[in-house]
């Protein structure tokens, strides 16, 4: 069981069902995310002519594949798909830090839990702030000392695991930053290709962890060059019915200047005709 005591020292008991429920709940999100960017960009590299279409589903190698997709899009003076093999090392160097970084940091709480330990955590100003894994370690506490002395939790001093997450954590903060700069880049122009329509929100979204459900949004999109999108936008426009100054394309356009036919032969401009009613003329006068 888990207990929470508040910033005022009261104990709220939260009860295994619920502990339990939140647990099936993360894994079956986790799942579905899973299968459903597998299966969009499987998809979406059938469709364009890819091969090795089956690594969509091999963990942290699926980014290549989505690189390899971006067929028009530069990151500086380098084409995004010649970065695939680049971005692919940054993502999973991130992606297997992120788990042991987890794995030290909960998998030993998980196994006391489960064997029926009782864990007490308080809450304090500062909780959940800055880096909340580490404050949960700091705050954690457990009553079985026979438990805790186990495999399942070996962190006799919590404060020195603290200190060894922290550091690590600052130690990778430059390619933190490299991996959400490429993965950024990397949906920008995934998303620019296939889904131009609405490519920025889905950026926007993906950026906070939903790239899998418009993944399999687009999963049977063709590429599509964006200059070549603008434009049939701009003429679906311009002739379209939604225009109010629609016209007929057949119909040559106006002329470029509304006194043409006034104009003396061999000029481009017959110039100012009401120039008689002029300033300047009258200061002549």
């Not at 339990?20 to 995310?33: D, E, K, M, N």
């Not at 950024?184 to 609405?198: A, D, G, K, Q």
Request: proline fraction near 6%; hydrophobic fraction near 45%.
């Amino acid at each position: 069981m888990i207990t929470i005591f508040d910033f005022y020292g009261k104990a709220i008991p939260v009860s295994n069902v619920l502990v339990w429920f939140i647990v099936g709940l993360s894994l079956a999100v986790t799942i579905a995310f899973y299968v459903l960017r597998s299966i969009g960009i499987y998809k979406l590299a059938k469709n364009n002519g890819q091969e090795k279409a089956f690594l969509a589903w091999i963990p942290c190698v699926w980014i290549y594949l989505a690189a390899r997709l971006v067929k028009e899009g530069r990151f500086f003076r380098t084409t995004i798909s010649k970065m695939a093999i680049i971005i692919t090392i940054v993502f999973s160097i991130t992606q297997v830090y992120n788990f042991v970084f987890n794995f030290f940091a909960y998998f030993p709480l998980v196994g006391y839990f489960i064997n029926g330990g009782e864990i007490y955590y308080t809450l304090t100003e500062t909780t959940g702030i800055a880096n909340f894994t580490s404050y949960w370690i700091q705050n954690i506490y457990v009553k079985d000392s026979a438990l805790a002395g186990g495999f399942i939790y070996p962190y006799a001093n919590p404060h020195a695991v603290f200190k060894f997450l922290n550091v690590s954590n600052y130690l990778t903060s430059i390619i933190d930053l490299a991996n959400t700069v490429l993965t950024l880049v990397l949906f920008f122009n995934l998303f620019r290709n296939y889904w131009p329509e609405h490519h920025f929100l889905a950026t926007v979204f993906s950026f906070f962890g939903l790239f899998a459900p418009f993944a399999f949004v687009i999963r049977n999109k063709k590429f599509v060059k964006y200059k070549d999108f603008l434009r049939t936008r701009y003429n679906s426009f311009y002739y379209g019915p939604q225009n109010p100054y629609h016209r007929d394309p057949n119909t040559p356009p106006p002329p470029e200047h509304p006194f043409e036919e006034f104009a003396s032969k061999g000029e481009v401009d017959p110039g100012d005709p009401f120039e008689e009613f002029s300033d300047k003329n009258n200061k002549d006068k």
